[in-house]
Protein backbone atom coordinates (compact mmCIF):
# COMPACT_ATOMS: atom_id res chain seq x y z
CA UNK A 1 0.00 0.00 0.00
CA UNK A 2 1.65 3.17 -1.10
CA UNK A 3 1.82 6.12 1.39
CA UNK A 4 0.07 9.22 1.11
CA UNK A 5 3.24 10.82 -0.32
CA UNK A 6 3.96 8.24 -2.73
CA UNK A 7 0.63 8.01 -4.23
CA UNK A 8 0.07 12.00 -4.68
CA UNK A 9 3.48 11.67 -6.29
CA UNK A 10 2.36 9.13 -8.72
CA UNK A 11 -0.90 11.14 -9.47
CA UNK A 12 1.14 14.21 -10.49
CA UNK A 13 3.50 11.83 -12.56
CA UNK A 14 0.60 11.05 -14.76
CA UNK A 15 -0.75 14.28 -14.52
CA UNK A 16 2.88 15.45 -16.36
CA UNK A 17 3.05 12.40 -18.47
CA UNK A 18 -0.80 12.97 -19.65
CA UNK A 19 0.66 16.77 -20.34
CA UNK A 20 3.36 15.56 -22.14
CA UNK A 21 1.91 13.21 -24.53
CA UNK A 22 -0.71 15.72 -25.10
CA UNK A 23 1.78 18.69 -25.96
CA UNK A 24 3.47 15.92 -28.20
CA UNK A 25 0.22 15.29 -30.01
CA UNK A 26 -0.50 18.89 -30.56
CA UNK A 27 3.05 19.55 -32.12
CA UNK A 28 3.09 16.01 -34.20
CA UNK A 29 -0.62 17.17 -35.86
CA UNK A 30 0.56 20.92 -36.66
CA UNK A 31 3.65 19.49 -37.80
CA UNK A 32 2.08 16.84 -39.93
CA UNK A 33 3.83 13.90 -39.16
CA UNK A 34 1.93 10.35 -40.47
CA UNK A 35 -1.39 9.81 -39.10
CA UNK A 36 -0.01 6.14 -37.54
CA UNK A 37 2.38 8.26 -34.96
CA UNK A 38 -0.28 10.23 -34.18
CA UNK A 39 -2.78 7.38 -33.42
CA UNK A 40 0.20 5.84 -30.98
CA UNK A 41 0.32 9.24 -29.11
CA UNK A 42 -3.39 9.23 -28.62
CA UNK A 43 -3.22 5.58 -27.62
CA UNK A 44 0.04 6.53 -25.20
CA UNK A 45 -2.39 9.39 -23.85
CA UNK A 46 -5.27 7.05 -23.47
CA UNK A 47 -3.13 4.21 -21.65
CA UNK A 48 -1.33 7.29 -19.07
CA UNK A 49 -5.16 9.13 -18.52
CA UNK A 50 -6.76 4.81 -17.55
CA UNK A 51 -3.34 3.99 -15.72
CA UNK A 52 -3.06 7.14 -13.66
CA UNK A 53 -6.48 7.00 -12.57
CA UNK A 54 -6.87 3.39 -11.67
CA UNK A 55 -3.41 2.70 -10.23
CA UNK A 56 -0.90 5.88 -10.17
CA UNK A 57 2.13 3.72 -8.92
CA UNK A 58 2.03 1.07 -11.30
CA UNK A 59 2.23 3.95 -14.39
CA UNK A 60 5.47 4.98 -12.41
CA UNK A 61 6.73 1.61 -11.75
CA UNK A 62 6.40 1.04 -15.84
CA UNK A 63 7.95 4.34 -16.87
CA UNK A 64 10.35 5.26 -14.05
CA UNK A 65 13.43 2.86 -13.73
CA UNK A 66 13.70 3.92 -17.38
CA UNK A 67 13.96 7.80 -16.55
CA UNK A 68 16.21 6.38 -13.96
CA UNK A 69 18.28 4.39 -16.20
CA UNK A 70 18.68 7.52 -18.59
CA UNK A 71 19.24 10.20 -15.83
CA UNK A 72 22.62 11.40 -16.44
CA UNK A 73 21.78 12.31 -19.97
CA UNK A 74 18.43 13.25 -19.13
CA UNK A 75 19.79 15.66 -16.25
CA UNK A 76 22.78 17.05 -18.29
CA UNK A 77 23.21 20.36 -19.95
CA UNK A 78 23.19 17.78 -23.28
CA UNK A 79 19.26 17.04 -23.36
CA UNK A 80 19.66 16.36 -26.99
CA UNK A 81 22.07 13.43 -26.21
CA UNK A 82 19.35 11.59 -24.55
CA UNK A 83 16.29 12.71 -27.36
CA UNK A 84 18.82 11.33 -30.13
CA UNK A 85 19.93 8.13 -27.92
CA UNK A 86 18.67 4.54 -29.58
CA UNK A 87 18.39 2.47 -26.57
CA UNK A 88 14.72 0.90 -27.87
CA UNK A 89 15.92 -2.52 -28.40
CA UNK A 90 17.93 -2.67 -25.01
CA UNK A 91 15.03 -1.70 -22.97
CA UNK A 92 13.09 -4.06 -24.36
CA UNK A 93 15.52 -6.68 -23.83
CA UNK A 94 15.80 -5.26 -20.61
CA UNK A 95 12.36 -5.87 -19.73
CA UNK A 96 12.05 -9.15 -21.24
CA UNK A 97 14.79 -9.87 -18.33
CA UNK A 98 12.50 -8.07 -15.58
CA UNK A 99 9.43 -9.89 -16.59
CA UNK A 100 11.32 -13.28 -15.61
CA UNK A 101 11.13 -12.43 -12.23
CA UNK A 102 7.53 -13.35 -9.90
CA UNK A 103 5.39 -10.65 -9.26
CA UNK A 104 5.96 -8.06 -12.05
CA UNK A 105 3.51 -6.38 -13.78
CA UNK A 106 5.90 -4.48 -16.41
CA UNK A 107 4.20 -5.30 -19.66
CA UNK A 108 6.34 -4.64 -23.01
CA UNK A 109 3.36 -2.69 -24.21
CA UNK A 110 4.19 -0.15 -21.03
CA UNK A 111 7.28 0.03 -22.29
CA UNK A 112 6.31 0.23 -25.58
CA UNK A 113 4.64 3.15 -24.92
CA UNK A 114 7.36 4.66 -23.31
CA UNK A 115 9.61 4.07 -26.23
CA UNK A 116 6.71 5.59 -28.40
CA UNK A 117 7.18 8.62 -26.46
CA UNK A 118 10.94 9.22 -26.60
CA UNK A 119 10.79 8.28 -30.51
CA UNK A 120 7.94 11.01 -31.23
CA UNK A 121 10.12 13.43 -29.33
CA UNK A 122 13.18 12.35 -31.57
CA UNK A 123 11.33 12.74 -34.78
CA UNK A 124 9.55 16.11 -33.31
CA UNK A 125 12.86 17.31 -31.67
CA UNK A 126 14.16 19.66 -34.73
CA UNK A 127 10.52 20.73 -35.56
CA UNK A 128 9.91 22.12 -32.23
CA UNK A 129 10.65 25.96 -31.57
CA UNK A 130 13.75 26.39 -28.24
CA UNK A 131 10.51 27.11 -25.89
CA UNK A 132 8.96 23.90 -27.02
CA UNK A 133 12.39 22.03 -26.31
CA UNK A 134 12.60 23.80 -22.90
CA UNK A 135 8.99 22.76 -22.06
CA UNK A 136 9.89 18.76 -23.33
CA UNK A 137 12.80 18.61 -21.62
CA UNK A 138 11.26 20.18 -18.16
CA UNK A 139 8.33 17.79 -18.34
CA UNK A 140 11.27 14.71 -18.62
CA UNK A 141 12.76 16.25 -16.02
CA UNK A 142 10.05 16.55 -13.78
CA UNK A 143 9.08 13.37 -14.63
CA UNK A 144 12.72 11.74 -13.17
CA UNK A 145 12.49 14.16 -9.86
CA UNK A 146 8.72 12.36 -9.13
CA UNK A 147 10.11 9.40 -9.84
CA UNK A 148 13.54 9.99 -7.56
CA UNK A 149 11.14 11.25 -4.64
CA UNK A 150 8.85 8.31 -4.88
CA UNK A 151 11.67 5.67 -4.51
CA UNK A 152 12.78 7.97 -1.13
CA UNK A 153 9.25 7.04 0.07
CA UNK A 154 9.46 3.32 -0.23
CA UNK A 155 11.06 1.60 2.12
CA UNK A 156 14.29 -0.38 1.44
CA UNK A 157 13.49 -3.89 0.77
CA UNK A 158 15.28 -6.25 3.52
Not at 31 to 57: E, F, M, N, Q, W
Not at 103 to 119: A, P
Not at 125 to 136: D, M, N, V, Y
Request: net charge neutral.
Amino acid sequence: MPTKEEYDCAVLFGRRLTTLSVLLRRKGSSAGISSDILAKLDKIASHVKIGARAHPTALVDSVGPYLMRYRDQITSEYFSDFVKSDFTASTEEEVRRHRSFEGNTVSLDEVSDFVNIVRTIQELWELCSGPEQTKIRDIVRELLGLYAAILRERPLLQ
